[in-house]
């Protein structure tokens, strides 16, 4: 399975045939000047929250696309009266049969208010499985008990963690975390944007592999296979 790392917590994944696009957060993010907005056609967007470094792109990239916006109820509403009329509307613990495979919302440590201040649900993360492969987007968190559920229902070949500190769990917690979804293979997101997240991305990969574990750090626009 393909996935291309658009900065902070924004990446694509092709499932399918379908095109998933998670947590578009581009135009404001002064690493990813060189992605261009307007190629970008997904077919879902999906949104782990209503904070502005997850949602900013969302309105023109779901108005240039039609894509169709998965988040929690309030995340959906808000676009909805921005515009975006294709969403699907979830909740912790939810899971939904779209047409390339299964989404599940699953909770997540965190706060969630939209760009204008309005409440914004609680925030998550998914599980999206298919006859391909199994993958755990965490959305922004802290470390979680809760993450100990998650292999009990699936098997995953890739876990998407926050690993920048300050507004999420560390390097050291996602190792953590790592385990307690049984997950060898991590894609590293929410570091370096600001100043508050910035990490060192050698001791972070060694943090990973001194526990067996491997740490992805793609560059901005650049594509993995898993
Ligand atoms: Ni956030
Ligand atoms: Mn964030």
Same mark, same amino acid.
């Given at each position: 399975?393909?996935?291309?790392?658009?900065?902070?917590?924004?990446?694509?994944?092709?499932?399918?045939?379908?095109?998933?696009?998670?947590? %578009?957060?581009?135009?404001?993010? !002064?690493? &990813?000047?060189?992605? /261009?907005?307007?190629?970008?056609?997904?077919?879902?967007?999906?949104?782990?929250?209503?904070? &502005?470094?997850?949602?900013?792109?969302?309105?023109?990239?779901?108005?240039?696309?039609?894509?169709?916006?998965?988040?929690?109820? !309030?995340?959906?509403?808000?676009?909805?009266?921005?515009?975006?009329?294709?969403?699907?509307?979830?909740?912790?613990?939810?899971?939904?049969?779209? /047409? +390339?495979?299964?989404?599940?919302?699953?909770?997540?440590?965190?706060?969630?208010? *939209?760009?204008?201040?309005?409440?914004?649900?609680?925030?998550?993360? +998914?599980?999206?499985?298919?006859? !391909?492969?199994?993958?755990?987007? &965490?959305?922004?968190?802290?470390?979680? *008990?809760?993450?100990?559920?998650?292999?009990?229902?699936?098997?995953? $070949?890739?876990?998407?963690?926050?690993?920048? /500190?300050?507004?999420? *769990? /560390?390097?050291?917690?996602?190792? *953590?975390?790592? $385990?307690?979804?049984?997950?060898?293979?991590?894609?590293?997101?929410?570091?370096?944007? +600001?100043?508050?997240?910035?990490?060192?991305?050698?001791?972070?990969?060694?943090?990973?592999?001194?526990?067996?574990?491997?740490?992805?750090? %793609?560059?901005?626009?650049?594509?993995? !296979?898993?």
């Amino acid at each position: 399975m393909k996935l291309t790392y658009y900065g902070h917590s924004c990446f694509e994944v092709v499932v399918n045939g379908k095109i998933l696009l998670f947590d %578009p957060f581009i135009s404001g993010n !002064e690493l &990813a000047k060189d992605i /261009d907005i307007s190629a970008l056609k997904p077919d879902y967007i999906l949104l782990s929250h209503g904070h &502005a470094d997850h949602v900013a792109d969302v309105e023109q990239i779901g108005k240039q696309s039609g894509a169709t916006i998965i988040s929690n109820f !309030e995340v959906v509403n808000w676009f909805g009266s921005k515009g975006i009329e294709k969403s699907h509307p979830m909740n912790h613990g939810g899971s939904w049969q779209f /047409d +390339f495979g299964t989404v599940k919302y699953v909770n997540a440590v965190h706060s969630s208010s *939209m760009p204008d201040g309005s409440y914004g649900g609680n925030p998550g993360g +998914f599980i999206v499985s298919t006859d !391909e492969k199994t993958f755990y987007f &965490a959305g922004d968190t802290a470390l979680t *008990m809760d993450m100990q559920l998650i292999p009990k229902f699936h098997q995953l $070949d890739l876990a998407i963690l926050p690993i920048g /500190d300050n507004f999420t *769990m /560390d390097i050291k917690e996602a190792v *953590m975390a790592a $385990d307690f979804v049984q997950c060898n293979k991590v894609l590293g997101v929410h570091y370096d944007t +600001f100043g508050f997240i910035k990490i060192d991305h050698g001791a972070a990969k060694k943090a990973f592999s001194d526990e067996g574990k491997e740490l992805l750090l %793609p560059a901005i626009g650049e594509s993995v !296979e898993f």
